[in-house]
């Protein structure tokens, strides 16, 4: 039974980082919705590079749905923008209370995670520049990607690691060393 994934995006999400969650997470068979956090229920987002990506679902039609995980894309200022989706952040509150993954990269952890309570004494990191904002956190700043087990949160820190990241999202719905059949389909040598 594939894994129920929600990626949820706004004006401003990074690029590369959404793009490449949504990607390999399909690509490791999971059911991946990508649900827009527009205040006016459109579901066509403009990143933070002018790229257009229309989204499966508006976040309001998630209320209700359980999620294996919940992966936030970082980027300016869709990281702000997702702060203030109040649908999506009753989500993540009801993924930790489940004790259910949820995972964020870039400006994410810290902006979004950490602004809410959500890393509170959760091993973690971010891009450099907002470490300071990670308030409650356990910050790992050497850390590219951060898994904390007991906590079910997955942090990494920019765009360059948005492929590391994916594959971790991969072990955590499908366990330890699942991704390594999609790196070699992507030729990613490195991730062997």
Known sequence: MPRQVLIPIADGSEDIEAVTIIDTLRRAGAQVTVASCLPDGKQTITTSHQMQITADVHIEACTGK???????PGGMP?????????????LL??????????????ASPAVVLAHNGLLDNVHA????????????ALTHPGNTVVVDEKKRVITAQGPGNAMGFSF??????????????????MIADWAL
């Open 93 to 106: 509150h009801d993924q930790q209370k489940a004790g259910k993954w949820y995972a964020a990269i870039c």
């Open 168 to 185: 971790k999202l991969v072990d955590a719905l499908y366990g330890k060393d699942a991704f390594r059949p999609i790196a070699k389909q």
């Open 66 to 72: 359980p999620f294996h995980l919940i992966a936030l």
């Open 125 to 136: 990191t971010c891009y450099p520049s907002f470490m300071e904002q990670m308030e409650g």
């Open 78 to 90: 869709g990281a702000e923008n997702l702060k203030n989706c109040k649908t999506l952040i009753t």
